[in-house]
């Protein structure tokens, strides 16, 4: 079961699956607190995530499984020696074309920074039609200096963070 809209009585038999992003901690939502505590185990990505839902959710840390978020690092690794990073990259990846995610605030920010030198920004990532990621592009001139690759494999991944000389994460 997947829930969406959460619903107390879902969480009752076989197996329940909720997201959750921090602004959905919130004391007042009984029906989610309620599932919660119904469920069999939770995992968050972090330590404060785990001291947010203990708090907010009345479910006891010790109860929580912490499964950080991260890369292999034997993987992504910085350049090889000799290898020059590309002077005006900038390398963001991102999952969803949402205001959320900080796209457009990032766009902007390489906007400004081509008013003094020249930037070139790599989403990596799809940009939905008339989306806020494209419409900001396009608002603020920058079809020639941003690229949307959509998805990559792991070893374009690994290359294009190794040429870039900032990894964003707006």
Do not use: W
Not at 105 to 128: Q, W
Not at 136 to 164: C, H, K, N, W, Y
Request: aromatic share 2%; net charge negative.
């Amino acid at each position: 079961t997947v829930l969406v809209d959460v619903n107390p009585d879902v969480a009752q038999d076989g197996l329940t699956v909720t997201a959750s992003h921090g602004d959905d901690l919130q004391d007042d939502d009984a029906a989610f607190v309620e599932v919660v505590r119904r469920l069999d185990a939770v995992t968050t990505v972090s330590e404060s995530s785990r001291r947010d839902i203990g708090t907010h959710m009345d479910v006891p840390p010790e109860a929580i499984d912490v499964i950080p978020v991260g890369i292999d690092p034997g993987t992504f690794t910085p350049p090889p020696d000799g290898q020059r990073r590309d002077s005006d990259s900038i390398l963001v990846v991102t999952s969803a074309d949402v205001p959320l995610k900080g796209l457009v605030h990032l766009l902007e920010a390489v906007a400004k920074l081509r008013t003094e030198r020249p930037v070139t920004l790599t989403v990596v990532g799809s940009a939905r039609p008339g989306g806020p990621a494209e419409t900001t592009r396009d608002r603020l001139g920058l079809q020639d200096a941003v690229r949307f690759t959509g998805p990559v494999p792991e070893s374009e991944l690994i290359d294009l963070m190794q040429r870039a000389t900032v990894v964003a994460i707006p």
